[in-house]
């Protein structure tokens, strides 16, 4: 029986890179899906955008710390091969870097996830080297970032002016100048994500962010056709399961109602 596949590291993620091995990221909110996907893509990231995907909010802002470690205890029990991040959510790191140590550190032991996800550049540097002084690995998340999105003035493109461009450019080297092991780069013009990506040594995963990135991440309903009201340009379905899941319910009903399920080799004598 061959070996098994050696599960992957954080100080991999950096070797990636420099070997030019792009990094494959997927989120992942359950045990079930987490063990499909395992060894699959490098990291599952428990993504507080399972307030919308699953709880059916329309931002991420109101999720919470519980529901996080809930969903990232269930995605670490299906994971052996692939790291597992978790996204902190809104205000649990933001108010004091104090309580952005308690908070990662409580996600870090209930979770056994491998690092912490949190939203910001410069103003975040602080915070990040805190938690990687204290062993808690964070990957980093610039352009886009959801939990600002009223202030953004919604979901779009950021960095098409000089002005954002420039920060973005600066809030990278700050992200790696204060440990983060790697940073999600959103909504960012294909252009300046490569130029941020070249002038950094940690891995850029981007979402709508281009092919110049070190990797790219997906939100996985939305890449298996299941949240069909969701078709951004960026978005390549590679399944539609949508009509497979409502046929397979239909199917499911009418033969219940007709009297052909459960039949005999269903049933116990």
């Not at 091995?21 to 909110?29: A, F, G, N, P, S």
């Not at 470690?69 to 996204?87: C, E, K, M, W």
């Not at 080297?173 to 490569?194: I, T, Y």
């Not at 960026?234 to 007709?258: G, H, I, M, N, P």
Request: charged content about 25%; glycine content about 10%.
């Amino acid at each position: 029986m061959p070996d098994e596949p050696k599960p992957l590291t954080i100080p991999d993620l950096r070797e990636m890179k420099a070997a030019g091995r792009k990094v494959t990221v997927l989120t992942c909110y359950d045990a079930l899906f987490a063990r499909l996907l395992d060894g699959i893509v490098d990291i599952l990231l428990v993504g507080d955008s399972l307030n919308q995907v699953l709880a059916g909010h329309e931002t991420t802002l109101s999720a919470s710390l519980d529901q996080m470690i809930y969903h990232a205890q269930a995605v670490r029990r299906g994971a052996r091969q692939s790291l597992v991040f978790v996204d902190l959510p809104f205000l649990t790191y933001q108010v004091t870097v104090e309580e952005a140590l308690r908070n990662a550190g409580r996600v870090m032991k209930e979770t056994g996830a491998h690092g912490v996800k949190l939203e910001g550049g410069e103003h975040m540097a602080e915070t990040v080297r805190a938690l990687v002084r204290v062993g808690i690995p964070v990957m980093g998340h610039i352009g886009l970032t959801p939990q600002s999105v009223n202030q953004l003035g919604g979901y779009r493109i950021q960095g098409r002016d000089r002005v954002v461009a420039d920060r973005m450019r600066s809030d990278a080297r700050f992200l790696e100048e204060a440990g983060a092991s790697s940073m999600v780069l959103e909504l960012v013009p294909a252009p300046l994500a490569a130029e941020v990506s070249r002038s950094v040594a940690i891995p850029t995963i981007g979402i709508g962010a281009g092919p110049g990135c070190d990797g790219q991440v997906l939100v996985l309903h939305d890449m298996l056709g299941l949240n069909e009201d969701f078709a951004p340009k960026f978005l390549k379905k590679y399944a539609e399961l949508a009509d497979t899941v409502r046929d397979a319910a239909r199917c499911f009903a009418e033969e219940v109602r007709a009297g052909r399920y459960p039949g005999k080799e269903h049933s116990f004598e």
